[in-house]
């Protein structure tokens, strides 16, 4: 049992769908990657590293409960280089 708890935990991806939100449509967090789906184009999924996806989840949860916008954390988190597009 101890090894698929482990296992479980390495495996984290957390989605965020039906955002209240003109801006984003998703949100993915993964380990170390941030995966943001906007709006405007729906068929297109942006990449970004994050070094503490933990701490952002975090702050994606306390937004949401608080009913602020996501999309001022999610470009304030680009703009302090918390999340780095790495979109291909």
Not at 34 to 51: A, M
Not at 55 to 71: A, P, Q
Request: with cysteine; glycine share 2%.
């Amino acid at each position: 049992m101890r090894f698929f708890e482990k296992f479980n935990f390495k495996m984290f991806v957390k989605t965020y769908e039906n955002l209240d939100s003109s801006a984003i449509n998703r949100l993915k967090i993964d380990k170390d990657v941030v995966f943001v789906t906007y709006q405007s184009n729906i068929d297109k999924e942006y990449e970004f590293n994050c070094e503490n996806t933990v701490e952002f989840d975090e702050k994606v949860s306390n937004t949401l409960k608080n009913k602020e916008s996501i999309g001022k954390l999610l470009n304030t988190s680009i703009k302090e280089g918390k999340l780095v597009d790495i979109t291909k």
